[in-house]
């Protein structure tokens, strides 16, 4: 990784993702994208980074999840 990728990197803000339904009965995309969000449970909250590919999972499941700024 060079010095301008890192520099992109840590000036990327962080998520907060709590799930607040569970995974079983929801399409398997759905429960695909909070699986790849690292999100196995009710109530379980991971910080993850700001990315296009991170929007886009939660953009898929968002009615179980509760998004903050972290």
Sequence with gaps: ??????????SKGKLKITMIKSRHGQLRNIAASAQGLGLRRIGQS?????????????????????????
């Design 46 to 70: 991971v910080v993850v980074d700001d990315t296009p590919e991170n929007r886009g999972m939660i953009h898929a499941a968002t009615h179980m999840l509760k998004v903050e700024n972290a």
């Design 1 to 10: 990784m060079t010095k301008a990728n890192a520099k992109d990197n840590a």
